[in-house]
């Protein structure tokens, strides 16, 4: 008995839906107060998009509170994944021709690119770097507000990365086990740790899962 009630208090529990970062107001609260003549709607942070404020004081508290630095770092990444998204999408390959390495390179972009083709400019692993590094900021946004939210961006963003990169060389199998648990995914999250660790040693990691025989259905994302 004393256990499961442990184990109650620990159990975590994510806010869903918008709100504020700084006072926890949601959209429903801002509404009522709307109707009595106050209050606005909470809007994404101006630089970052990634959390929310329900008002210009609320964000300056968060920014001295330590959002600033955070959001900076959101920013730079965030910028530096859109630059190499417009050249990856456009890699020249001679002949005037482009490829459009979202689409040729899927599950590969861990490997360099020869330099014949594109060059120090388009760097597919550059690009990962600059996702993962977006995806660490997110996850200690998540986790500082316990927001669903942002895990279920955090999860989605993470797969994205996998497969891009089938042999995961930044590691999201470390990561991508506990925000399935912490969303509750517990299904998917033992199918993909029982997935991992059934291969052989044998076993090409730079192959796509595959996701037909019997294997877990998490792993139809990264295909
Ligand atoms: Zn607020
Ligand atoms: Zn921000």
New binding site residues.
């Given amino acids: 008995m004393k256990l499961k009630e442990e184990l109650k208090k620990s159990k975590m529990i994510l806010k869903q839906g918008p709100f504020c970062a700084t006072c926890q107001k949601t959209n429903k609260q801002e509404d009522d107060s709307k109707d009595k003549g106050g209050g606005q709607s909470i809007k994404n ?7 929310k404020y329900c008002s210009k004081k609320c964000q300056r508290e968060d920014y001295t509170n330590g ?1 600033k630095e ?2 900076a770092k ?2 730079k990444h965030k910028k530096e994944a859109d630059d190499l998204t417009e050249k990856l999408k456009a890699v020249p390959v001679g002949n005037n021709k482009v490829e459009n390495a979202f689409e040729t390179r899927v599950g590969r972009f861990s490997e360099q690119m020869a330099s014949s083709i594109g060059g120090k400019d388009f760097q597919p692993k550059e690009y990962l770097k600059a996702k993962f590094g977006l995806a660490q900021q997110i996850m200690a946004l998540a986790e500082k507000h316990e927001d669903r939210d942002l895990y279920e961006r955090l999860c989605r963003d993470l797969l994205e990365i996998k497969r891009l990169d089938h042999t995961d060389v930044l590691g999201v199998r470390s990561i991508l086990p506990f925000v399935l648990l912490i969303l509750g995914r517990d299904n998917d999250c033992y199918g993909f740790i029982k997935w991992h660790l059934s291969r052989d040693e044998n076993y090409d990691w730079s192959n796509p899962p595959n996701a037909s025989k019997g294997n877990p259905i998490i792993l139809q994302f990264l295909i």
């Fill in positions: 942070c101006s630089r970052c998009s990634v959390v959002h955070a959001c959101i920013e």
